[in-house]
């Protein structure tokens, strides 16, 4: 055994931060002039809506009121507008199976 101490560190959740953060709290901001300018791509505000619409639907939202692209009148619409059209496609898929499963019974 060596008389060295053993010396071991632990890392506490939220006490490191990603890349992004770390750049910008330091001031590193690029200069690009696009929406995605601090952050990276999820602050960009097409960013968060193709991923509403397109991937996660109403169970995106905490994305978009994470966002502070948005103003608050902004997330509101956003919110019942994304919030409408998931419904809008649990319907359709609701009325699908409804409309194959009548199908398969006859």
Not at 37 to 51: D, H, I, K, Q, Y
Not at 77 to 104: E, H, I, N, P, Q
């Amino acid at each position: 055994m060596s008389d060295a101490k053993t010396r071991g560190f632990v890392i506490a959740p939220g006490s490191v931060l990603p890349e992004y953060l770390r750049a910008e709290q330091a001031g590193q901001v690029s200069g690009d002039g696009g929406d995605t300018e601090r952050g990276g791509v999820e602050r960009s505000r097409w960013a968060v809506l193709t991923v509403l619409f397109v991937v996660t639907g109403a169970f995106g939202l905490p994305l978009l009121w994470r966002n502070d692209r948005f103003s608050l009148a902004g997330k509101c619409f956003w919110s019942v507008a994304v919030t409408a059209y998931t419904v809008a496609l649990f319907y359709g898929m609701f009325l699908v199976v409804r409309w194959s499963l009548g199908d398969a019974a006859i």
